[in-house]
């Protein structure tokens, strides 16, 4: 009945989607907008080359001020600030939830007796992610930091949902805000 009514139903248009999936799609792909802003600014010099080698005043311009004969005093000499090295941008990132909220869930297992942190909507490589937080939380043992990646997900072994909020706090290039 419903085929005899709309023969054609296939052939409306889609909604929309998201502000959130536009924004992670957008977010993604960063080189795009920097090649994109280097040939607007290489379009624009040359189209101002262009303008200022036709356009030439043969008239000199007289002096706008007489020169003054007092000297300035020297100006008192700021302290040296020391510049410091960019942040060192990671090849991993974390997206806050909607809310601005870490996205790290202290959960138990197995009656619970297995205590499990998971860290969820990562981008990048969950295996440098992995030994990141091996090293900030002390681990040595191999299976105590699981990567999921069919999930994008890392659990940990043990309640550390504090000690990993502070780690991405410490690395802040690492987190995204959410739209």
Do not use: C, W
């Not at 930091?145 to 706090?169: A, Y």
Request: without cysteine; hydrophobic residues 35%; charged residues 15%.
């Amino acid at each position: 009945m419903a085929s005899t009514l709309f023969p054609l139903a296939f052939l409306r248009p889609a909604a929309l989607p998201r502000p959130a999936t536009v924004q992670r799609f957008l977010s993604a792909s960063t080189s795009a907008s920097l090649t994109r802003t280097s040939i607007r600014s290489n379009s624009t010099s040359t189209s101002t080359s262009t303008t200022t080698t036709t356009t030439t005043t043969t008239t000199p311009l007289p002096p706008t001020a007489p020169p003054t004969t007092t000297s300035n005093p020297p100006l008192k000499s700021s302290p040296t600030t020391t510049a410091t090295a960019p942040p060192i941008l990671k090849p991993y990132r974390l997206t806050l939830t909607p809310s601005h909220q870490y996205p790290i869930y202290n959960f138990a297992k197995r009656g619970g007796n297995m205590k499990l942190t998971r860290v969820k909507r990562i981008e990048g490589d969950l295996a440098v992610l992995r030994q990141d937080l091996q090293t900030a939380l002390g681990l040595e043992d191999g299976k105590a930091v699981v990567v999921n990646p069919v999930t994008r997900q890392v659990i940990v072994k043990g309640h550390f949902k504090s000690q990993i909020q502070q780690f991405f706090q410490d690395n802040p290039t690492t987190v995204v805000a959410a739209a």
